[in-house]
């Protein structure tokens, strides 16, 4: 057990525990990585994004990494169903949602993208709005992915990640965080590059997919880039 009177500094990978008399460096593997990130990112929603920025304007569903407990870097996703409300348009709303997150010191950064005008057919319709956030305790810089699907489009991520969820078990968890972080490690990146989470969860919940090449190949041929 640490000694209670010890001060932890933590970062990333690694947490540096130091008091008076003494200093040394404790190295997390990739279980408590993952599970280190899951308990900082349910710090962040519970104290801070839930409260003062999302709950008041609609319902929050968490997805993603966060959801099936498979996180490997700072990375929260979350959609929100918004009201039907005459006063206000669901981009009024979004627009409101910003600015509340503008005016913290700990955003860095936002983006917003209308979706919902898009031609491609592929692409759900809806809002979506990034926030780089820092957690003051850790100094981690969070990237919060918040979705506003059109009804349609929401149903069916919900009926995916449902799926996903229904399909994953211990033994699978685990052997989807070992190929998280052999991907990361193989492209050099601290996080997952764009959609192959997204992918990777398709190729070994949906399609049952297993030895190294099957799985390389299906990411290579869903244009995932490593």
């Not at 348009?89 to 700990?106: G, K, P, W």
């Not at 709005?129 to 981690?140: A, E, P």
Request: charged share 25%.
């Amino acid at each position: 057990m640490l000694n209670l009177l010890a001060r932890a500094v933590v970062a990333l990978g690694k947490v540096t525990i130091g008091c008076k008399n003494f200093t040394r460096k404790y190295c997390m593997n990739n279980l408590e990585k993952s599970k280190y990130l899951h308990k900082k990112a349910t710090e962040l929603l519970t104290n801070t994004l839930l409260p003062y920025y999302l709950q008041k304007y609609g319902e929050i569903i968490y997805t993603g990494s966060y959801d099936l407990d498979l996180m490997v870097w700072a990375d929260i996703d979350l959609q929100i169903i918004l009201p039907n409300d005459k006063s206000k348009s669901r981009l009024e709303m979004i627009l409101d949602i910003s600015n509340a997150f503008l005016l913290d010191s700990n955003c860095k950064n936002i983006k917003l993208i209308n979706f919902s005008l898009s031609n491609k057919p592929n692409m759900p319709k809806g809002m979506y709005l990034g926030v780089n956030f820092k957690q003051n305790d850790t100094q981690i810089v969070w990237k919060i992915d918040v979705c506003a699907l059109d009804e349609e489009d929401q149903k069916k991520s919900y009926e995916f990640h449902k799926q996903l969820k229904e399909r994953l078990t211990p033994e699978l968890s685990d052997f989807i965080l070992q190929w998280k972080f052999k991907i990361m490690t193989k492209c050099g990146m601290t996080r997952m590059p764009q959609l192959s989470s997204y992918f990777l969860y398709q190729a070994i919940l949906i399609y049952n997919l297993r030895t190294d090449q099957e799985i390389w190949n299906f990411l290579e041929k869903n244009g995932v880039v490593i």
